[in-house]
């Protein structure tokens, strides 16, 4: 298997367009994670589905962020309007049981830089 | 609400020498603790995860403990290696989904 597949690896973007990250998890997992990684906060989750179902989207810092997992095997993340504060590494993780009760596989990450 | 912390944020060996790496967490009640080695500008690989019942787990160079009574786990690099260097973090599943994660622990072998 590929692994966890996540596009675009680099993003650069002015403040207030829309940025849309996508990911491709592992065939047969049937978690998605979505985590945020600064310096300053370490490693947050964002959202997390089980079985293509957002089961907690607490840590979403606000309504400019939205996810979607159409099918098993694909996920979005967008940010709409986008904003400095958003600059980050998003990572995309997936694993086949209930998250924290198995090993999480991350993707190589998306670096986003909004001017 | 549990915590997890990892100290020293770095830390810099020469080639060859065994380490050990740690980790300390708030609430015991813990469902397992997962060990990850993230190198720069990449994704987080795991390496080792220890469940709640067992006291530790090896793979390799690499053997990871856990005392959930004391809330410590460590992990242990014999042999260390400049191919080592990276920030390794340690992540605490609970009986939810979640994951909580430590700050990291920067490790420079110097060759």
């Known amino acids: 298997d590929a692994g966890v597949i996540q596009s675009p690896r680099h993003e650069v973007t002015e403040m207030g367009q829309e940025v849309t990250l996508r990911c491709k998890p592992i065939?047969?997992?049937?978690?998605l994670f979505w985590y945020r990684q600064t310096m300053m906060r370490g490693l947050e989750l964002l959202i997390y589905f089980n079985n293509n179902v957002p089961i907690d989207d607490s840590g979403m810092p606000e309504d400019r962020f939205s996810a979607k997992m159409p099918n098993a095997s694909f996920s979005t993340l967008k940010i709409q309007p986008s904003e400095p504060r958003d600059s980050a590494v998003y990572f995309c993780a997936s694993s086949t049981l209930l998250g924290g009760r198995e090993t999480q596989y991350f993707g190589p990450g998306t670096r986003l830089l909004v001017l | 609400k549990q915590e997890v912390t990892q100290i020293p944020a770095a830390l810099s060996v020469p080639e060859g020498e065994n380490l050990v790496l740690n980790c300390s967490f708030t609430d015991s009640a813990i469902y397992n603790l997962q060990w990850f080695r993230q190198d720069p500008g990449k994704g987080l690989t795991s390496l080792l995860l220890?469940?709640?019942s067992q006291r530790e787990q090896t793979s390799g160079r690499l053997n990871a403990s856990l005392d959930k009574s004391s809330g410590r786990s460590t992990l242990y690099i014999a042999a260390s290696q400049p191919g080592d260097s990276a920030t390794y973090l340690c992540?605490?599943?609970?009986?939810?989904?979640?994951?909580?994660w430590g700050a990291g622990t920067k490790l420079i072998i110097k060759p």
């Open positions: 065939s047969g997992h049937n978690s």
């Open positions: 220890i469940q709640s």
């Open positions: 992540a605490v599943g609970g009986s939810n989904y979640q994951l909580i």
